[in-house]
């Protein structure tokens, strides 16, 4: 007999979802993932200027903000023709860094981590499901202190962000040509030393804790699993040279690494709320037209395939491809991935802070080109991100955006092949029907980007919809 | 855990609807008092969409039973936009009944039975940038779905003082004063331009050229002189270290109801004139306009030499006119012939 | 021969064309919307070559005219309806028809010059426009100058950004009619510019 649970809304994402699994024998044998909020960021860029796209794009997303800020400024500076200074390119990868660690320390401590322990007996940490808290009281008692902390370390990650971009969320400091503030000695010691602090929490707590929490919880190695079809642009420029990265890029097919060609990208809307004709698009063709009530469309996410294939990014997919971590594709890697990532760009900020030249150009003055396209792509906190821009008479006409969860959160392509998230649900054990917490489990890890806590159960109360096929 | 008395503190709906989370992972960065003293001293954080551990029905389960059993009591606080488009369905916030919840409805529902409602974030107060033009969600501001006083806490995103301040303000002294677009003054009092450390700058007309000039910012843009809010004293963010002048960038004006469109282009001095078929910026505007008028002139002014009429003018009133009465008066002669008495 | 003898020979014993009041607020006005209009758009393009060197000076500048033209304006209206000049000013019924004989003869399709009373039916529509535009100026110079007591204009609006543009694309609007007035002025006829400085033709 098949059941159908529905979680929605999935909370402790950054943005509202919903997550629909069938569930027979105890095992989840179908999912379905919908993004149920709709704001059309891409026509809402449309006839303005190119120079507004780094601050307006980083109103999608209020916890990696940056990361469509650098996208953007890429994309422009990509159509312009210009690139920063050896100083600007630095300052933006340490405001997108310090972005990074926020995010990373955010996303363990306040979305995943009560999933796995008892939180404390405070709203909102109550109510909460009560099954399969593994942690002994002390290791438990520890992490909560660790979360109280955690919100301490990761406000002190966006103050970073704030140093060098004026405000966080939202930095002014990331735009086309570079960066605005200086790299004088006080700014700089003031930004190393609580660089240092946050470094110090992500070695002696968000490590430790994530180790615990992979011993314990060592199933989720098991579950979560999907084949090994992985996308990322890379992540900081190294130089001047933008295609040079500290995190490389590359497209990882069926295990086997390989460079990543843009063009290969498509994006299928056939199970979308979006009326384009269902033919899938190449992104400087893609378009969008919503239409909520699309017969057999069940999510506003796209569905964008490289080479046909459903791919997941994020910290996992970074280290693999950076060759750091290649141990498996599950949820428990995931998790593991991203504590790793966080220390690594933790490390690597403290050397960059180093290479700065006080008194060097920190901002490369430019001129709008009147036509031109332009290209920009990162990886973000939550895998790929690609913002594509064409800009006619010095206004953008076309401006077309694939988030990482768009990628990893994506619904069925066009050949009804699932995505990746919903790839990785199938075979998730569900102990209790009416409190399925091994779904928010396997679908945080993967930091979906949705303000969304998704599930119909009450815990204790039966399960409401029960389809027979 | 330790649990402080429960009875003094209300119990706070945060309801996400079209939002990007911004405001509440900004709320997060206050420093004093954080957000652990926040939920355990200040307020009763009965359900938030970012942060809550329920999920599902749980958390709808939640929103129902504060509306139930606390009406009159709560403070209902709505984080983004509402869109109205196919009755709302272009956002969902839960599920009830197996049917969609959409913002709409909740935020009709759960609006009514508050002690006070605020608007946090720009989205929320004015409409912000997913309202933006075309607004393809046909989003509205709060107020635009309620009857009753909505106070607004706008900012892209919010200062965590600003937020936390009118929580402080609403939970110990009631409702807070407001401006003409129901904005608590403490905080959107006066113009960023009043109260900014470049202002020297700006009368000594001592401009940034470019960002990262650190001069004031008014010839790239920046929207302080008609912005209300308080960044420059209080700064950003937990720690009130920066604000985008002190960063050498532009205030994008990101409290004022016309953000971003009726303040865009970011980097311009004027928005962009909206004519029937076209978007044109202003200056271009102003240029055109000029080039018109003197082209216009200018073929007047050819047509009336080539036809003679200003040589007419001139002979009329001149030769005949005033040089022959001024001739009159200095010779003071021919008085007669003016019929002046002599 | 006395003064006031050589002054009355230029008047020849006529009524007047403009009262001295009339001719006082003009010349009180005129410059307040030439000194509002250059100090303006040097506030607009700071660094322009308005003959501005400082935007305090020219913010001053615009402070000093904005006030005169604002209370020389109040003055002029309480002027023309005391008098019932403003009749003289505002178009009426016969104006349309006016219209397209006047406009004929600018635009050179006859040579007959026609003939009107006091203003012609382009003086008309220009003086209304001004009317109504410092009106504009004025009530938005007002709102932002005082943004907090006048917040229910910017409302009004939608915001201080588009009162802010308004205010702009009126003092285009102004800049433009003060332009075309001008040229009529020096290219029309002079015993009628005399008239503004003498009173008589
Ligand atoms: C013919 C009359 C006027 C003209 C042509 C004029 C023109 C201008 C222009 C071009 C600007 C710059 C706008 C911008 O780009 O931001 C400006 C600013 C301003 N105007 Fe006027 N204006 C006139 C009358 C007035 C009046 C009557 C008032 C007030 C009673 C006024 C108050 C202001 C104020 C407060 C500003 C802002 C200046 C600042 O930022 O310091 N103006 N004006
Ligand atoms: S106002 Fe800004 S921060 Fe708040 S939801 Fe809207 S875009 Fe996000
Ligand atoms: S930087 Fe902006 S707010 Fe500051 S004085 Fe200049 S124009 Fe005003």
């Known amino acids: 007999m098949l059941k159908k649970i529905v979680v929605g809304p999935l909370t402790r994402a950054n943005n509202s979802c919903f997550v629909e699994v069938l569930v027979e024998n105890k095992k989840v044998v179908d999912a379905r993932c919908s993004g149920i909020f709709f704001r059309g960021f891409e026509l809402i860029m449309e006839g303005r200027d190119p120079r507004d796209a780094s601050y307006l794009t980083q109103r999608i997303c209020g916890i990696c903000s940056s ?52 939180g404390p007996e405070v709203a909102p940490f109550i109510p909460g499901y009560s099954t399969d808290k593994r942690l002994k009281e002390e ?110 890029g590359g497209a990882v097919i069926n295990g086997m690494l390989q460079k990543v060609d843009p ?68 949820t428990m890697d995931r998790i593991v991935a991203r504590a790793l990532v966080a220390e690594k760009i933790g490390a690597l900020m403290e050397s960059w802070v180093d290479e700065l030249e006080p008194g060097q150009p920190i901002f490369t003055p430019f001129e709008v080109p009147r036509e031109a396209s332009g290209i920009g792509l990162t990886g973000a906190m939550r895998g790929p991100l690609g913002h594509w821009i064409y800009i006619k008479n010095g206004r953008i006409v076309h401006y077309q955006i694939i988030t990482p ?31 399925p917490i091994e779904i928010g489990r396997v679908v945080r890890a993967f930091y979906v980007c949705s303000s969304c806590s998704a599930q119909v159960m009450i815990p204790g109360s039966p399960v409401r919809e029960i389809i027979l096929q | 855990m330790k649990q402080f008395s429960k009875k003094s503190r209300p119990p706070v709906i945060w309801l996400g609807t079209n939002t990007c989370a911004g405001d509440m992972l900004s709320l997060l960065n206050s420093l004093e008092p954080g957000y652990q003293s926040l939920i355990t001293d200040l307020i ?86 997913y309202a933006a033009a075309p607004n393809p969600s046909e989003s509205v501001p709060v107020q635009a779905v309620l009857d009753r006083k909505v106070i607004n806490v706008p900012g892209c995103p919010i200062n965590p003082d600003w937020m936390m301040g009118t929580l402080v303000h609403l939970v110990q002294y009631g409702e807070p004063e407001l401006d003409g677009f129901n904005r608590p003054k403490i905080f959107y009092g006066d113009t960023i331009h009043d109260i900014c450390q470049r202002r020297a700058y700006f009368e000594d007309g001592i401009f940034a050229e470019k960002p990262g000039d650190p001069w004031c910012m008014y010839k790239i843009g920046c929207k302080g002189p008609v912005t209300y809010a308080d960044c420059p004293n209080r700064q950003w963010s937990g720690e009130h270290l920066s604000w985008p002048v002190k960063a050498n960038t532009p205030c994008i004006g990101c409290t004022s109801p016309e953000f971003p469109d009726g303040d865009a282009p970011f980097f311009e001095h004027l928005p962009d004139i909206n004519l029937p078929g076209i978007k044109i910026s202003a200056n271009r505007f102003a240029r055109l306009a000029g080039a018109a008028t003197a082209f216009g002139i200018s073929i007047h002014l050819i047509g009336s030499i080539l036809t003679g009429r200003v040589a007419d003018t001139i002979k009329k009133d001149f030769s005949g006119g005033i040089s022959r009465k001024l001739l009159s008066i200095i010779k003071n002669t021919d008085g007669k012939r003016y019929g002046g008495k002599n | ?174 800049s433009i009619l003060v332009t075309g007035h001008l040229y009529f002025v020096f290219t029309h006829e002079y015993k009628k510019m005399k008239s503004i400085f003498t009173g008589y033709e």
């Open chain 1, 67 to 118: 990361a469509h800020g650098i996208t953007a400024s890429l994309a422009l500076e990509n159509a312009a023709g210009v690139r920063p200074p050896k100083n600007g390119n630095i300052l933006r990868n340490l405001i997108f860094g310090a972005d990074f660690l926020q995010n990373h320390i955010r996303h363990l401590y306040l979305f995943s981590l009560s999933d796995y322990i008892t």
């Open chain 1, 405 to 435: 969860t768009a990628w990893n959160f994506s619904p069925r392509d066009d050949s009804d092949r699932k995505g990746p998230v919903e790839e990785a649900l199938i075979g998730t054990p569900i102990a209790d029907e009416s409190q």
């Open chain 1, 263 to 330: 063009s290969v990208i498509q994006e299928h809307v056939s199970k979308s709320w979006y009326s384009a004709d269902s033919e899938s698009r190449h992104p400087f063709q893609g378009k969008t037209v919503p239409d909520r009530e699309k017969e057999g469309a069940y999510s506003w996410v796209k569905a964008p395939r490289y080479m046909e294939t459903p791919m997941e990014g994020g910290p996992l997919a970074q280290l693999w491809i950076k060759g750091d971590y290649r141990k498996g594709i599950s």
């Open chain 1, 139 to 248: 290791t438990n008692n520890s992490m909560i202190q660790h979360i109280f902390e955690s919100i301490e370390i990761s406000r002190l990650a966006h103050d970073l962000v704030t140093l060098l971009g004026g405000k966080a969320p939202f930095p002014h400091g990331i735009l086309s040509g570079g960066s605005t503030v200086f790299p004088t000695a006080d700014v700089m010691m003031a930004f190393k030393s609580k660089l240092r602090r946050v470094n110090d929490f992500i070695k002696n707590a968000m490590l430790s804790d994530v180790f615990t929490l992979a011993e314990v919880y060592s199933d989720y190695y098991q579950i979560g699993c999907r084949a090994p079809n992985m996308l990322e642009y890379g992540i900081f420029p190294r130089n001047e040279e933008e295609g040079d990265r500290y995190f490389p």
């Open chain 3, 1 to 174: 021969m006395k003064l006031r003898q050589r002054v009355s020979l230029l008047i020849r014993g006529k009524k007047p064309r403009h009262s001295g009041t009339a001719r006082l607020l003009h010349w009180l006005y005129a410059p307040a919307v030439l000194g509002s209009a250059l100090s303006g758009f040097y506030i607009h393009w700071p660094g322009s070559s308005l003959g501005f060197r400082k935007m305090n000076t020219a913010r001053e500048t615009h402070f000093f005219a904005q006030f005169t033209l604002l209370f020389t304006y109040i003055a002029r209206v309480m002027y023309g309806l005391k008098g019932k000049n403003y009749r003289e000013i505002l178009p009426n019924r016969k104006t349309l028809s006016d219209m397209a004989k006047f406009l004929k003869y600018e635009f050179y399709l006859t040579d007959k010059e026609p003939k009107f009373p006091k203003y012609n039916p382009g003086q008309k529509v220009l003086f209304t426009g001004m009317v109504l535009f410092v009106l504009i100026q004025i009530i938005t110079g007002l709102s932002l100058y005082f943004p907090k007591s006048w917040q229910k204009t910017a409302k009004l609006v939608g915001g201080l950004n588009p009162l802010r543009k308004l205010h702009f694309l009126s003092a285009l609007t102004i």
């Open chain 2, 44 to 129: 009763d954080f009965r359900f938030n969409y970012l942060l809550g551990s329920a999920e599902g029905d749980t958390a709808t389960g939640v929103l129902k039973a504060v509306t139930e059993e606390q009406r009159g009591k709560y403070i209902l606080v709505i984080e983004g936009t509402i869109p109205t488009r196919t009755n709302g369905l272009y956002c969902v916030v839960g599920n009830r009944d197996g049917k969609p919840l959409t913002a709409l409805q909740a935020v009709r529902e759960l609006g009514g039975g508050a002690r006070h409602v605020v608007a946090a974030g720009t989205c929320a107060s004015f409409g912000g940038p």
